[in-house]
């Protein structure tokens, strides 16, 4: 037995504390083994009551599926509600049954109507007034359960599915006439899932909103069907010359067949294929039950005769393109000073160009398209301050409504250098600085010259003339590639780009329209440049609510003038010297860079005059390489055939930097090819007299009217010659 051990005066306080914390610790695990107790007890409880509930064999096959199918339905619930979320943001405008109304009546530079855009929503044709035989032979071909469903059919989506999958191609189409309708209204033509997703839901949205009625109205008024005309009662009057109130039978049918693929089946396009289609669409009148086989049989017999317009030229590219512009124009300015939704609109068309520009893009790819695998173009021709005479977006309208010239993004190659020697000559360099061309490589990525050999050391001027590559990277390594992007931002490129090693040869996306629109900085000393098709616009009845010279943005300064006048006297002598050889013109001062992308995808040449500037790519959509085409054989030569054109008649105007005598070239004549355009281009008026007329057509449209006036309101002379209100010396024709 151990002896007793007299006790620390110290411990009776541990003790203490340490029955407290054995207090504590007891308390916990009680309160856990009660609660344990408590959930046990309860889920008991629980067990038991859900026991009546259990069920076993076929009831618990279906119950277990009324399980799953109610979370599977509550999760797609949420997926819908995700993606309604986005549809519904397209119907925020308060005027969305409205918006769709711009209409724009569009003149060329000489005020004669060039054509039309927009829909103006035609109240004076109520539906009942559409014949019977129009819409039975609409709703037969469109949508035959319009009346039966809420917006979407899914037994006509299935069949059309079904079907289409009989024929391993497109053969019907699933989407209802509501569907459409939509998409008319809200949406684009862009075949992705995201916009049949928002279709499908504004359909049911356009169903709560408006009778049926009233969605089939507005499906006949909406709707593109060719020729630039919307709803069936602007159709009937082109391809007809009569009211949709008189079409017969088999009109209303060639009508009913366009709301499918109006380029393909336009009368005035294919008329053999036009008749084919409205045989089709007879065949639905029966197959519907609408018609019966006898009711038909007269127009098969007798197929519609519509008028003849193939020969009429409707610059379509370049409508397309002011549509668009005028109505970010209403948009951004013209919607707060008016509720006016009827324009017209005098733009800087000018149609001489334009049939040179198609006729020169059509020719040089007929006569060497094959030889150089290249199959498609596009043109832009402006003025050096941003108003656009001519633009070709690809070869046939009819086949391809999309516009190569402001939406196909491709790279320039080395069109693009001009931007990097702007940017290193405001930060110090000059023409005659030497740069250089010798073996490079920053990273894996070593830049070769296209001769694969190097000059050694070069001025800026013999490298951007012989278009070296070495030069242009190591002047964007000294100066920043930032910089340059800067620089091209303020030059009114919008597309993104990369800041990449090797942007400074062309590793950017640009379209040919932004290219342009750049390289008219040079033209134009310097300046800002903002391109427009809209000289001025004015109501119905001739109130000018929008002139460009008066209410437009004022140029600022970009480039200094000396940094101008140095980048004329450098891509002249690309043109004169160098790769561009191919596009110089008698007597005028040309200036110029050619572009080739790596496997010859593209080819580009973009140059300019004191009087016009132009952008021509060359190359495929599917971005197949060609044969070898390069910027300096055939964009160049197209381009030389569009502007030795426009430039006849035409006082020249030289550009800055650049002095003495015009150039020469010995065997080429200024004459146009006669197969680009029809004769001579015609003399216009000078300048001076131009600003006098158009000075003078202001003071008659401002003069108070008088008793002996016989001229109505509204109405005003038009001007011969450029109607874009300059005042200033008027550069073009």
């Known amino acids: 037995m151990p002896p007793f051990k007299k006790p620390d005066p110290n411990k009776p306080k ?59 339905g509550t999760v797609g619930a949420v997926v819908l509600l995700a993606l309604a979320v986005p549809a519904f943001r397209e119907t925020s405008d308060d005027d969305w049954l409205k918006r769709s109304e711009l209409a724009v009546s569009f003149l060329d530079r000489y005020g004669q109507k060039i054509g039309e855009r927009g829909i103006r929503h035609n109240d004076t044709v109520p539906l009942d ?16 359960r319009f009346f039966e469903h809420f917006g979407i059919d899914f037994p006509g989506t299935f069949r059309a599915l079904g079907a289409n999958l009989r024929a391993q191609g497109v053969v019907q189409g699933g989407s209802s006439i509501t569907q459409q ?17 928002k279709e499908a839901f504004l359909a049911v949205w356009l169903e709560t909103r408006l009778t049926k009625k009233e969605i089939l109205k507005l499906y006949l008024d909406r709707a593109y069907l060719g020729g630039g005309t ?27 067949g366009l709301f499918k693929a109006p380029a393909r089946f336009a009368p005035h396009i294919n008329l053999a294929a036009a008749r084919a289609r409205a045989s089709v669409v007879l065949d639905n ?116 409504q999309f516009n190569r010239a402001t939406d196909a993004q491709r790279q320039p190659g080395s069109s693009f250098k001009p931007y990097v020697y702007a940017t290193a000559l405001m930060n110090g360099y000059k023409s005659s600085s030497i740069i250089l061309d010798a073996p490079l490589c920053i990273g894996n ?14 001025t800026m ?37 990369i800041n990449s090693a090797p942007l400074p040869l062309g590793a950017a996306d640009l379209t040919v329209l932004e290219m342009t629109r750049a390289y008219a900085h040079f033209a134009n000393n310097g300046r800002a440049v903002l391109t427009h098709a809209a000289s001025e616009i004015r109501t119905p009845l001739g109130e000018i609510i929008w002139r460009h010279e008066r209410d437009a943005t004022k140029p600022e300064q970009i480039l200094p003038a000396s940094v101008a006048d140095e980048m004329n006297l450098m891509l002249h002598n690309a043109v004169e010297n160098g790769t561009g050889r191919r596009a ?74 650049l002095k003495g005598p015009a150039p020469r070239v010995d065997g080429q004549a200024v004459a146009a090819n006669p197969d680009l355009a029809p004769g001579q281009r015609p003399t216009t008026l000078s300048p001076r007299s131009v600003t006098h007329l158009l000075r003078l057509e202001r003071l008659l449209k401002d003069a108070p009217p008088t008793s002996s006036s016989t001229s109505r309101p509204g109405r005003s002379a038009s001007a011969p010659g450029d109607a874009t209100g300059n005042t200033g010396p008027v550069r073009g024709n």
């Open 14 to 72: 541990l003790g203490r504390f340490s029955r407290r914390l054995l207090d504590f610790d007891a308390r916990v695990d009680h309160g856990l083994f009660a609660s344990g107790v408590w959930l046990r007890s309860k889920w008991d409880d629980l067990s038991a009551f859900m026991d009546r509930f259990h069920v076993s064999g076929v009831k618990r096959l279906a119950v277990e599926g009324a399980s799953e199918g109610l979370t599977l």
């Open 129 to 144: 007034e559409f014949p019977d035989h129009l819409i039975k032979a609409t709703l037969a071909t469109e949508d035959r």
């Open 181 to 197: 309708l939509a998409k008319n209204l809200f949406l684009n033509n862009e075949r992705t899932l995201e916009r049949k997703v």
């Open 230 to 256: 919307f709803g069936v009662d602007g159709a009937a009057q082109y391809y007809f010359n009569k009211s949709a109130r008189d079409v017969s039978l088999a009109e209303a049918a060639m009508l009913a």
């Open 285 to 400: 009148l029966v197959e519907a039950g609408f018609m019966t086989e006898g009711q038909v049989f007269g127009a098969r017999r007798n197929p519609a005769r519509p008028i003849d317009r193939r020969e009429e030229d409707t610059p379509n590219y370049y409508l397309d393109w002011a549509y668009r512009e005028i109505q970010k124009l209403v948009e951004s300015k013209l919607g707060k000073q008016t509720a006016e939704r009827v324009f017209v609109v005098r733009t800087g068309f000018d149609p001489g160009i334009q049939r040179a520009a198609d006729a020169a893009l059509e020719s040089s790819l007929r006569q060497f398209g094959k030889d150089y695998g290249a199959s498609q173009g596009a043109i832009v021709i402006m003025q050096p301050d941003g108003l656009v005479r001519a633009m070709v977006g690809g070869r046939d309208y009819g086949e391809s």
């Open 445 to 458: 990525w070593c830049p070769q010259n296209y001769s694969h050999s190097y000059a050694g050391p070069v």
């Open 461 to 497: 001027l013999t490298a951007l003339t012989n278009s070296f590559n070495t030069p242009a990277v190591r002047t964007a390594q000294a100066v920043g590639r930032d910089k340059i992007i800067a620089l091209m931002r303020k030059m009114g490129v919008t597309s993104d780009i």
């Open 584 to 657: 110089r013109i008698n007597g005028i001062y040309v200036a110029g860079k050619t572009g080739t992308t790596n496997a010859y995808r593209d080819a580009w040449f973009m140059g300019y005059s004191g009087n016009f500037v132009g952008g021509v790519w060359l190359g495929n959509d599917d971005y197949s390489p060609t044969r070898r085409m390069t910027g300096g054989s055939l964009p160049a030569m197209t381009w030389q055939k569009v502007m030795a054109y426009a430039h006849q008649g035409v006082e020249p105007v030289v550009l800055s930097g």
